[in-house]
């Protein structure tokens, strides 16, 4: 199995731990000669591609896996399709700030028919790491701020496990989108009001400094188990004959949708609540986006 991983920070790190460790498998991974990449590589003692010849090699690769940041993915999987690419790819969330964006990497990949999916973790465990039956009703969620903008990466995996809660992966019924009521910020803690599928959430995103466990209607949710997840995630991309494209097309759209929620928070984080945010400039725009969320 001849696997690729693109870019050297967190994502990457889990992926390339999770097929050294759990699947023996060494993969190649691929970023800028001056970047985390290599670093990583060199960790691991596995193969360094600089991006800039890796295109003339893509279709060697029966999977790659862009663990990249969300400006530079529509880039990456334009560039492999016009390679003629296409086996398998895994994005990690969020596919984009910019919905438009998301939604044109959904398209390509249905329209080039690539075996795909994207990193939410918990939906690759064998069970569910909250009782589907529970009807929760209030989020707690830790961030630090040194890990980044928490709308643009925690925010993707709470609105995921409240789709993953309410069966949205187990009904055969259309996309219903996510709809933010009211937004309120504090001190750098985030009060978000949200329905699903006729549901009410509060999400409370908090910074804390320290290491503190979420928790579901005042209850602990563990931290999923990423060598799992992230070798099942693998193994379900990989699997032609039993590859699952309406699971696929479900995950995609959720995420087309979380794209467009994380574009309006920040949008009315930057303007209604007027303060300084990270990701203040992000619009429509491909150059502005990879500007403000910085690259692997």
């Not at 990423?226 to 995950?251: A, E, P």
């Not at 429509?284 to 986006?289: F, L, Q, T, V, Y």
């Amino acid at each position: 199995m001849n696997i690729a991983i693109i870019g050297g920070g967190n994502s990457a790190r889990r992926f390339t731990e999770a097929l050294v460790f759990g699947g023996d498998i060494n993969p190649t991974l691929v970023g800028f000669a001056k970047g985390k990449t290599p670093l990583l590589a060199n960790q691991y003692g596995l193969n360094f591609i600089d991006e800039y010849y890796f295109w003339n090699e893509c279709n060697s690769f029966d999977l790659i896996i862009i663990a990249t940041t969300p400006g530079s993915k529509l880039d990456i999987l334009e560039r492999l399709i016009s390679k003629k690419y296409s086996n398998a790819i895994i994005f990690e969330k969020p596919l984009s700030t910019c919905p438009q964006r998301a939604k044109k990497i959904f398209d390509l990949v249905k329209d080039n028919n690539i075996r795909s999916t994207i990193a939410y973790s918990r939906q690759f465990l064998s069970q569910s790491l909250v009782d589907l039956s529970s009807n929760f009703k209030n989020i707690e969620w830790p961030y630090c701020k040194s890990s980044g903008d928490p709308i643009v990466h925690q925010l993707p995996h709470i609105l995921h496990l409240i789709a993953f809660n309410a069966g949205l992966f187990l009904k055969d019924h259309s996309y219903s989108p996510f709809e933010v009521t009211k937004i309120k910020y504090n001190n750098g803690d985030y009060q978000i009001f949200i329905k699903f599928l006729d549901n009410s959430y509060e999400i409370n995103l908090y910074n804390s400094e320290s290491p503190k466990m979420a928790k579901i209607d005042g209850n602990a949710l563990a931290w999923p188990n990423y060598l799992q997840s992230h070798l099942t995630m693998i193994k379900f991309c990989i699997d032609q004959d039993g590859f699952n494209y309406d699971f696929r097309d479900k995950v995609f759209n959720l995420s087309v949708d979380i794209a467009k929620q994380i574009s309006d928070i920040l949008k009315i984080i930057s303007t209604t609540l007027n303060i300084e945010h990270t990701a203040n400039a992000v619009v429509n725009n491909e150059s502005i986006e990879y500007k403000v969320l910085g690259a692997n």
